[in-house]
């Protein structure tokens, strides 16, 4: 079965950086536009950044333009979400999954911004 393993998150401070990663497994990883979604307390699960099999940004959220960036390495099955200039407004689980989420969801990875 598919599997997504996120990793990377923490406690940080506001204005803080985090660099998280997702290793996807038993998928030909290379052949699929990925996303990263995020889950507040309390907030439905939203999507955050997308990039197409390229390794081209396909969609940020309004929230995270200009501060998050997306990647990803074919070679290592991996995808990245670089987050500068954190805000206490992105403490959330995040996740990823291939685009439009269809596929299973991992545990996520725990951001926590706060001072």
């Known amino acids: 079965q598919v599997q997504f393993v996120e990793s990377g998150g923490g406690l940080v401070q506001p204005g803080g950086s985090l660099r998280l990663s997702c290793t996807a497994s038993?998928?030909?990883?290379?052949?699929?536009?990925m996303d990263w979604y995020r889950q507040a307390p309390g907030k439905q699960r939203g999507l955050v950044a997308s990039?197409?099999?390229?390794?081209?940004?396909?969609y940020y959220a309004d929230s995270v333009k200009g501060r998050f960036t997306i990647s990803r390495d074919n070679a290592k099955n991996t995808v990245y979400l670089q987050m500068n200039n954190l805000k206490p407004e992105d403490t959330a689980v995040y996740y990823c999954?291939?685009?439009?989420?269809?596929?299973?969801w991992g545990q996520g990875t725990l951001v926590t911004v706060s001072s």
């Open positions: 990039v197409n099999s390229d390794g081209v940004p396909t």
């Open positions: 038993r998928i030909i990883f290379s052949f699929f536009p």
């Open positions: 999954n291939v685009q439009g989420g269809s596929g299973p």
